[in-house]
T-cell receptor
Framework: DQQVKQNSPSLSVQEGRISILNCDYTNSMFDYFLWYKKYPAEGPTFLISISSIKDKNEDGRFTVFLNKSAKHLSLHIVPSQPGDSAVYFCAVTFGNEKLTFGTGTRLTIIP | GAGVSQSPSNKVTEKGKDVELRCDPISGHTALYWYRQSLGQGLEFLIYFQGNSAPDKSGLPSDRFSAERTGGSVSTLTIQRTQQEDSAVYLC?????????????FGPGTRLLVL
């Protein structure tokens, strides 16, 4: 039983447009949500996070939105750039528990 | 500054052989994690170490998998009698503490291929 789902394995977006990556979770106890980005042949790197007390967190071109009632998390990248092409993983946790990662979405930015 | 390093970067082995994968975490990080990413799959948690506490082995897929962490620093993941389904990228991460809210810093991974 997957607690965290990223239903789109891949996504292609034109350069300059908005990229929206989605993540759904099942456990309402999760209280902290993160996005990691992974380039080929490299380990994932932390991108942005949000606490359950907020519904939005912004860092430059990256914004994470949290909809607790829908148990849904999304990452918006605007404007999208070629360097954003990577695999994006959402991750969730609560309390002091370890992270649970989603299956990832491969984002391709088309020049 | 030095990040998390892993060795070897690639490993090809024959089915039935044992393999050892090494992880050097960031100095001062007390928590160390092992994950596995199989083709088309997400990051599968395997095991984590926090300081001197007993490791959380709940993600190890079988008793062929084991890990140790010596002196609270370097960790070795051992896979005995490897099977073809063990082929994956094995990622190590470390963090300052073990709460999930702490940023994890990943190594580049070891790509294991079992023939």
């Amino acid at each position: 039983d997957q607690q965290v789902k990223q239903n789109s394995p891949s996504l292609s977006v034109q350069e300059g447009r908005i990229s929206i990556l989605n993540c759904d979770y099942t456990n309402s106890m999760f209280d902290y949500f993160l996005w990691y980005k992974k380039y080929p042949a490299e380990g994932p790197t932390f991108l942005i996070s949000i606490s359950s007390i907020k519904d939005k967190n912004e860092d430059g071109r990256f914004t994470v939105f949290l909809n607790k009632s829908a148990k849904h998390l999304s990452l918006h990248i605007v404007p999208s750039q070629p360097g954003d092409s990577a695999v994006y993983f959402c991750a969730v946790t609560f309390g002091n528990e370890k992270l649970t990662f989603g299956t990832g979405t491969r984002l391709t930015i088309i020049p | 500054g030095a990040g998390v390093s892993q060795s070897p970067s690639n490993k090809v082995t024959e089915k039935g052989k044992d393999v050892e994968l090494r992880c050097d975490p960031i100095s001062g990080h007390t928590a160390l994690y092992w994950y596995r990413q199989s083709l088309g799959q997400g990051l599968e948690f395997l095991i984590y170490f926090q300081g001197n506490s007993a490791p959380d082995k709940s993600g190890l897929p079988s008793d062929r998998f084991s890990a140790e962490r010596t002196g609270g620093s370097v960790s070795t993941l051992t896979i005995q009698r490897t099977q073809q389904e063990d082929s994956a990228v094995y990622l190590c991460a470390s963090s300052f503490s073990s709460t999930g809210k702490e940023t994890q810093y990943f190594g580049p991974g070891t790509r294991l291929l079992v023939l």
